[in-house]
């Protein structure tokens, strides 16, 4: 029959599953076809708002720079392919999983990785947020009469994500292969069949907003030469979305199958063609079928109800448009893939935050907390900290792409950039370490590659900063230097800490003697039980100590201490003030000044309770005791538990406690100085 104590672990069962043996750990390793899923779900799905955010700044100009666009698409594409390349370099010289951030810290020194980890924390945080809320406008855009409901169901995605990754790499892997797969063959279909219906039938490609007019901001009206040039940046810069999570895999390569680093770089080949392919598709569909998409609804002229009703996604109007209305199964089909591919693709940032958080934990600038496993052999806590801040961003934002967008790509263009200078100096050093004429050619190969990811990827973090800064960017580079000092603090105290827990003779000196001290409130059994265990540790001195809070209650004990006749003298301290924890400490510390290298040994007896409503019932004294004699040097705090049956089995007998580590006190119900 299943207890108390079992029952409470149910909702954890039921989230988690059975808890993994650390022995298992290797069978949770992921061959490629889970990798990708996993590890490249966000950059693939940046497809479906990439371009959908390059659109979003030329139509504040109107229509007149949608020329413009083929070209950013192919600056992107090409960027893409160049991330990629150095990524692979990367994976194959550092495959224990630190990605940037162990690139940076073996490379540049301390001040660059911790500053590659804190891009990296805020970009994770910003790929959960903008993943889950783009993944939620899909469905609204599906089924408008959701909109209302925006924020709620962006929370709860995340919060479906966190429990899937609870459950453990392999299990969430099989889960989010389905979809990732269905979506590379939802957009593949859609590509294929809306340009053989531009290219072989007469029907063409007309989206639902084709007819509709845009009237330009007046700033943004007949620009040329640097204004156009910072605009069509700027448009540049939000395209570069397509390039998030590109660095997951290298962070995640532990977590590949042997041999890891090849499989690592092989999937971000896999990877980077795919999500380069169907950008360009999208793209090009987009405009072949005259898309227009507006940050604000009510700029198109035509969309009735702009006021209340959402526009659809870019890539939903796209789908409209090749596969017949948006009531084809077709569409229906793209629709519901894509917003499941979304919410998923946050899946990179619940693997590669807590595997970097448990990276940073190791190295002492992240709580210790983070290294830990948990049940299923996952970063647990991990998981749940990134759940928590990104919903938090949802709540803030209102779950809207737009304005998230603007936060986002800043962190990861910086480890991009710090990663791949990093790379350079790497390939430098080990061309410095051989002769073999083979070998020097292939690394001084891969510097090249690393040195042109370097450049390009310095050149957008410049152009991201400056046209985004604006737009709300300067929240990001507030947060990352706000992270860098918190990972300096925790590196420290854990520093100070560390130098202060050094053994030295003092640490092996004996103490001079031991005075125990057992607290009674009155005579009952947990107290002779704690002067028995007292006595029993054969200590130097022994004092059983009450504190006088009442004249009565006090004479009425010392009465019974004479009538059982125990061989320890009672030692009564005054209270004028019915204080019970000071008088306690003052004495503890008496004894320690008479004294410095006695030991005090202070006995506190306490109830052990099967229901959480007894300890409420029970005065919590002894548990302010032990917070403050705690805080005393040369003072030992013992408990001594005593068993009340509800602790046993509700028949008193010997089965498990039902709520076994429940702890009273030991005392009566009523308010009594230890209980």
Same mark, same amino acid.
């Given at each position: 029959?299943?207890?108390?104590?079992?029952?409470?672990?149910?909702?954890?069962?039921l989230v988690l599953g059975r808890a993994v043996p650390s022995d298992r750990l290797g069978e949770s390793l992921l061959p490629k076809r889970y990798a990708l899923p996993i590890f490249a779900s966000d950059p693939l799905s940046s497809v479906a708002y990439a371009t959908q955010e390059i659109l979003i700044v030329l139509t504040l100009a109107g229509t007149a720079v949608l020329y413009l666009a083929p070209w950013l698409a192919a600056g992107v594409v090409l960027l893409l392919a160049t991330v990629v390349l150095s990524y692979r370099q990367v994976v194959h010289a550092y495959p224990s999983g630190g990605g940037d951030y162990e690139v940076a810290m073996k490379n540049h020194?301390?001040?660059?990785?911790?500053?590659?980890?804190?891009?990296?924390?805020?970009?994770?945080?910003?790929?959960?947020?903008?993943?889950?809320?783009?993944?939620?406008?899909?469905?609204?855009?599906a089924f408008p009469s959701l909109n209302e409901h925006r924020v709620l169901i962006a929370v709860g995605l995340v919060a479906l994500l966190a429990a899937a990754n609870l459950r453990g790499l392999r299990e969430s892997g099989k889960a989010f292969a389905v979809p990732t797969y269905l979506f590379i063959a939802g957009i593949g279909i859609m590509i294929v069949t809306g340009l053989i219906r531009w290219f072989f039938t007469d029907e063409?490609?007309?989206?639902?907003?084709?007819?509709?007019?845009?009237?330009?901001?007046?700033?943004?009206?007949?620009?040329?030469?640097?204004?156009?040039?910072?605009?069509?940046?700027?448009?540049?810069?939000?395209?570069?979305?397509?390039?998030?999570?590109?660095?997951?895999?290298?962070?995640?390569?532990?977590?590949?199958?042997?041999?890891?680093?090849?499989? #690592?770089?092989?999937?971000? =080949?896999?990877? @980077? !063609?795919?999500?380069?392919?169907? $950008?360009? /598709? +999208?793209? &090009?569909?987009?405009?072949?079928?005259?898309?227009?998409?507006?940050?604000?609804?009510?700029?198109?002229?035509?969309?009735?109800?702009?006021?209340?009703?959402?526009?659809?996604?870019?890539? #939903?109007?796209?789908?409209? =448009?090749?596969? @017949? !209305?948006?009531?084809?199964?077709? $569409?229906? /089909? +793209?629709? &519901?893939?894509?917003?499941?591919?979304?919410?998923?693709?946050?899946?990179?940032?619940?693997?590669?935050?807590?595997?970097?958080?448990?990276?940073?934990?190791?190295?002492?600038?992240?709580?210790?907390?983070?290294?830990?496993?948990?049940?299923?052999?996952?970063?647990?806590?991990?998981?749940?900290?990134?759940?928590?801040?990104?919903?938090?961003?949802?709540?803030?934002?209102?779950?809207?792409?737009?304005?998230?967008?603007?936060?986002?790509?800043?962190?990861?263009?910086?480890?991009?950039?710090?990663?791949?200078?990093?790379?350079?100096?790497?390939?430098?050093?080990?061309?410095?370490?051989?002769?073999?004429?083979?070998?020097?050619?292939?690394?001084?190969?891969?510097?090249?590659?690393?040195?042109?990811?370097?450049?390009?990827?310095?050149?957008?973090?410049?152009?991201?900063?400056?046209?985004?800064?604006?737009?709300?960017?300067?929240?990001?580079?507030?947060?990352?230097?706000?992270?860098?000092?918190?990972?300096?603090?925790?590196?420290?105290?854990?520093?100070?800490?560390?130098?202060?827990?050094?053994?030295?003779?003092?640490?092996?000196?004996?103490?001079?003697?031991?005075?125990?001290?057992?607290?009674?409130?009155?005579?009952?059994?947990?107290?002779?039980?704690?002067?028995?265990?007292?006595?029993?540790?054969?200590?130097?001195?022994?004092?059983?100590?009450?504190?006088?809070?009442?004249?009565?209650?006090?004479?009425?004990?010392?009465?019974?201490?004479?009538?059982?006749?125990?061989?320890?003298?009672?030692?009564?301290?005054?209270?004028?003030?019915?204080?019970?924890?000071?008088?306690?400490?003052?004495?503890?510390?008496?004894?320690?000044?008479?004294?410095?290298?006695?030991?005090?040994?202070?006995?506190?007896?306490?109830?052990?309770?099967?229901?959480?409503?007894?300890?409420?019932?029970?005065?919590?004294?002894?548990?302010?005791?032990?917070?403050?004699?705690?805080?005393?040097?040369?003072?030992?705090?013992?408990?001594?538990?005593?068993?009340?049956?509800?602790?046993?089995?509700?028949?008193?007998?010997?089965?498990?406690?039902?709520?076994?580590?429940?702890?009273?006190?030991?005392?009566?119900?009523?308010?009594?100085?230890?209980?």
């Amino acid at each position: 029959m299943p207890t108390l104590s079992d029952l409470g672990h149910l909702p954890k069962r039921l989230v988690l599953g059975r808890a993994v043996p650390s022995d298992r750990l290797g069978e949770s390793l992921l061959p490629k076809r889970y990798a990708l899923p996993i590890f490249a779900s966000d950059p693939l799905s940046s497809v479906a708002y990439a371009t959908q955010e390059i659109l979003i700044v030329l139509t504040l100009a109107g229509t007149a720079v949608l020329y413009l666009a083929p070209w950013l698409a192919a600056g992107v594409v090409l960027l893409l392919a160049t991330v990629v390349l150095s990524y692979r370099q990367v994976v194959h010289a550092y495959p224990s999983g630190g990605g940037d951030y162990e690139v940076a810290m073996k490379n540049h020194g301390q001040f660059a990785a911790l500053v590659v980890a804190s891009a990296l924390l805020v970009d994770y945080v910003l790929t959960v947020a903008v993943s889950v809320s783009a993944g939620t406008d899909n469905i609204i855009s599906a089924f408008p009469s959701l909109n209302e409901h925006r924020v709620l169901i962006a929370v709860g995605l995340v919060a479906l994500l966190a429990a899937a990754n609870l459950r453990g790499l392999r299990e969430s892997g099989k889960a989010f292969a389905v979809p990732t797969y269905l979506f590379i063959a939802g957009i593949g279909i859609m590509i294929v069949t809306g340009l053989i219906r531009w290219f072989f039938t007469d029907e063409g490609l007309v989206s639902e907003t084709a007819g509709y007019t845009i009237t330009p901001e007046p700033e943004h009206t007949n620009m040329a030469g640097l204004a156009l040039l910072f605009f069509a940046l700027r448009a540049f810069a939000s395209g570069c979305t397509a390039l998030t999570g590109v660095e997951a895999i290298a962070n995640g390569v532990p977590a590949f199958k042997p041999p890891k680093s090849r499989n #690592a770089a092989t999937t971000l =080949a896999l990877m @980077g !063609g795919v999500a380069a392919t169907m $950008f360009a /598709g +999208v793209t &090009a569909l987009a405009l072949l079928s005259d898309v227009k998409y507006v940050e604000h609804p009510c700029d198109l002229e035509g969309f009735a109800n702009c006021e209340t009703e959402p526009q659809r996604t870019v890539i #939903a109007q796209v789908a409209a =448009a090749v596969f @017949g !209305g948006d009531t084809s199964p077709g $569409f229906f /089909g +793209v629709q &519901a893939a894509t917003a499941l591919v979304l919410i998923l693709a946050a899946n990179t940032a619940f693997n590669g935050f807590p595997l970097l958080g448990s990276v940073l934990a190791q190295d002492r600038f992240m709580p210790r907390q983070l290294h830990t496993r948990g049940d299923k052999l996952v970063f647990s806590n991990g998981i749940l900290l990134l759940a928590g801040f990104a919903s938090l961003l949802i709540i803030a934002f209102e779950a809207d792409v737009s304005r998230l967008i603007q936060l986002y790509i800043i962190g990861v263009f910086t480890s991009f950039s710090i990663g791949q200078w990093g790379m350079v100096r790497h390939w430098k050093r080990e061309m410095r370490a051989t002769s073999d004429p083979v070998v020097r050619r292939s690394m001084r190969r891969s510097q090249i590659i690393n040195t042109v990811g370097g450049t390009l990827t310095t050149a957008v973090l410049a152009i991201i900063v400056v046209t985004k800064f604006t737009h709300g960017a300067w929240l990001v580079l507030v947060a990352m230097p706000i992270l860098f000092v918190l990972m300096k603090s925790i590196n420290r105290h854990y520093s100070h800490v560390s130098d202060q827990l050094v053994p030295d003779s003092d640490a092996r000196m004996l103490p001079s003697k031991v005075h125990a001290v057992v607290l009674v409130s009155k005579v009952h059994k947990p107290t002779l039980r704690a002067l028995a265990f007292a006595r029993a540790t054969r200590p130097d001195a022994l004092t059983a100590l009450t504190v006088n809070v009442d004249e009565a209650d006090t004479r009425q004990l010392q009465a019974d201490w004479e009538k059982f006749d125990i061989p320890v003298p009672l030692t009564v301290v005054e209270s004028p003030y019915r204080e019970i924890t000071r008088p306690v400490v003052d004495f503890v510390k008496g004894i320690r000044r008479g004294s410095p290298r006695e030991l005090v040994v202070v006995f506190v007896p306490q109830y052990v309770v099967g229901h959480w409503w007894e300890n409420v019932l029970h005065n919590q004294s002894a548990l302010r005791l032990r917070a403050r004699l705690q805080f005393q040097p040369g003072v030992m705090i013992t408990t001594v538990p005593w068993q009340l049956e509800s602790s046993l089995g509700r028949d008193g007998g010997d089965g498990p406690a039902p709520g076994g580590l429940r702890r009273g006190l030991a005392d009566d119900a009523d308010v009594t100085p230890y209980g």
